[in-house]
C-alpha cells in the first residue's frame, strides 16, 4: 500500500535520528543569517558536501563565539529530517570554532603579508580634500547602492560633479575591472577621463564570497599605486576586506562614505550666513565710527599752521630745559666723584697703604716660620720614638744579648725538638757569625 509524503518524512525522520542520532561534525560555515525570531540558519560545507543546519535563538543567545562565513567550526548535535520540507537538517546543540576556513585562512595570509610590506602603514595613507569639487563612484551601474550614494550627494553637496565608472563587483574576474577604473582615473591625462579629487569604491552587503573579489591582492596593489586618494566602502559596518586596510580612507556603508568626504550643504551655507552676518555688523560699526570722526571734524575751528605748532613748539622748550638741567647735575656728580677720587690716590695715602701692607706682610712671614719649627720639632720626636720601638723590636739585639737563631736545613726555624730528628742539619746564627751543627 503507498505511503502518503507526511508518512514516508516522518519514517525518514525516525530513522535518521535513530541510526544517526547525536553526533560531532566539523566543516566550514557557508551561508549564515539570523532570522527575526532569534534563531539562526547556515550551511556547513566540505570540499564535496553541505548540509544546513539550525541553531535556535536560546542557545545562540548563551553562546560568545559570533558565527561568520568561511569559520571553520565543530558542531555538536542531532541529525533529524525537517518535516515542512522533507530535508535533512542538523540541530545544533553547542559550537566550537576549529580553525579557519579556506577563505578565511587566505584572507588572513594576504593581510599579514601585506602589513608586513607596509601596505596598511597609516604614515603613506594620503588626506582627502576639505572641500572636493568631484569624485569618481566605482560601483556596479545597476542596484540600490549608485542610487543612494547619488541621493545622499545631491543632499550634502550638490555642487559636486559625480561620475560613474560601471564596474562588476562581485564574480571572478572582478578585482580586474576595479583594479583597471583605479589605473585609468588615476591618470586621466593618459585615459582622457575627467580628473577627479578622489575615488570610492562602494558595494552593498554579501557573504565572504560575494565580497572575496575586493580581497585579491591584485586590487590591493592597485589602490596603494592609485595617485588620487581611494576611499573603500565595501559592505556593511561589520564587513572587513583587504581594500579596506589599503585604502586611504575606509568606510563602513557606502552612504556612509559620502558622509566621511563630503561637507554638509546646510553646515556650509550656516556657517557662510553668520560670516556674512559678521561682516555686516562689522562694517556698519566702522562706518559709524567714521561718520563720528568726521562730524567732530567738522564742528572743529582749524586754526593757522602757526596756531596748529605752539603746543608742540612749547612741549619742545619745556624738554629742551629739563635737558640742560640733568646736564648740568651729571656734571656736578661726575666733577664730585673725580675729586673723591683723586684725595684717595694722593702720595700720603698711597703710602700708608704700603706701610700697613708691608707690616702684614712681616707678620705673616713670622707667624708662618713659627708654625713651620713647630711641625719639624714635633714630626722629628715622632720620628726617634719609631725608631727607638723599631730597634728595641730588632731580631739583633736577642742575639747580641746571647741568643741564637736555629733554622733547618730547608731554612724554617727550628721550634720544637719533637719536630728533629738524629742527624738532622742545624743552621744556628749568632750575634756575630752564622754556624752549622748535627743533632744527636
Excluded at 505511503?3 to 553526533?23: D, H
Excluded at 561534525?25 to 539562526?40: L, P, Q, Y
Excluded at 552593498?204 to 560575494?210: Q, T
Aim: net charge positive.
Amino acid at each position: 500500500m503507498p505511503l502518503s509524503v507526511t508518512e514516508l518524512v516522518c519514517r525518514l525522520k525516525q530513522t535518521v535520528e535513530v541510526n544517526i542520532g547525536e553526533q560531532c561534525v566539523i566543516g566550514e560555515i557557508g551561508s549564515c543569517k539570523a532570522a527575526s525570531s532569534g534563531h539562526i540558519y547556515f550551511t556547513l560545507k566540505d570540499a564535496h558536501c553541505q548540509l544546513q543546519c539550525a541553531l535556535y535563538a536560546f542557545r545562540a543567545r548563551s553562546m560568545r563565539l559570533r558565527l561568520r562565513e568561511g569559520m571553520l567550526v565543530e558542531l555538536r548535535g542531532k541529525a533529524t529530517v525537517w518535516e515542512g520540507r522533507g530535508a535533512l537538517q542538523f540541530i545544533v546543540e553547542s559550537v566550537r570554532e576549529a580553525g579557519l576556513g579556506t577563505l578565511q585562512q587566505q584572507f588572513e595570509a594576504l593581510k599579514a603579508r601585506l602589513a608586513a610590506e607596509g601596505l596598511f602603514d597609516p604614515a603613506r595613507k594620503r588626506p582627502l580634500p576639505r572641500y572636493p569639487q568631484s569624485v569618481a563612484l566605482v560601483t556596479s551601474a545597476t542596484g540600490a547602492v549608485i542610487q543612494d550614494m547619488r541621493h545622499r550627494l545631491e543632499q550634502r553637496a550638490p555642487w559636486m560633479q559625480a561620475y560613474l565608472y560601471p564596474v562588476q563587483v562581485q564574480g571572478k574576474g572582478a578585482e580586474l575591472g576595479i583594479a583597471r577604473a583605479l589605473e585609468q582615473l588615476g591618470h586621466p591625462q593618459r585615459s582622457g577621463l575627467p580628473a577627479v579629487d578622489y575615488i570610492i569604491i562602494a558595494r552593498g552587503g554579501g557573504s565572504l564570497e560575494d565580497l572575496w573579489c575586493f580581497n585579491e591582492e591584485l586590487l590591493a596593489r592597485a589602490i596603494a599605486a592609485c595617485p588620487i586618494p581611494v576611499v573603500s566602502a565595501v559592505g556593511h559596518e561589520t564587513d572587513f576586506t583587504i581594500a579596506d586596510f589599503v585604502a586611504d580612507l575606509r568606510a563602513p556603508t557606502p552612504t556612509a562614505a559620502i558622509e566621511l568626504t563630503t561637507p554638509d550643504a546646510a553646515e556650509l551655507r550656516a556657517r557662510l550666513a553668520g560670516t556674512a552676518q559678521q561682516l555686516r555688523n562689522q562694517l556698519a560699526r566702522s562706518l559709524q565710527l567714521a561718520r563720528l570722526k568726521l562730524r567732530v571734524a567738522q564742528q572743529s575751528r582749524l586754526g593757522t599752521p602757526q596756531e596748529l605748532l605752539v603746543p608742540y613748539q612749547q612741549q619742545l622748550d619745556t624738554l629742551r630745559e629739563e635737558l640742560h638741567q640733568a646736564l648740568h647735575h651729571r656734571l656736578q656728580y661726575e666733577r664730585n666723584r673725580l675729586g673723591l677720587c683723586s684725595a684717595k690716590l694722593s702720595t700720603s695715602s698711597i703710602l700708608r697703604h704700603v706701610q700697613h701692607a708691608s707690616m702684614q706682610l712681616q707678620h705673616s712671614r713670622q707667624t708662618l716660620l713659627h708654625t713651620l719649627h713647630t711641625r719639624l720639632a714635633t714630626q722629628r720626636a715622632r720620628l726617634e720614638t719609631l725608631a727607638a720601638k723599631i730597634t728595641a723590636a730588632s731580631p739583633q739585639n736577642a742575639l747580641d744579648r746571647g741568643f741564637a737563631l736555629v733554622r733547618t736545613a730547608d731554612g724554617k726555624l727550628a721550634r720544637d725538638t719533637s719536630r728533629l730528628s738524629p742527624g738532622d742539619e742545624l743552621r744556628i746564627r749568632l750575634a756575630k757569625g752564622e754556624t752549622t751543627a748535627i743533632v744527636k
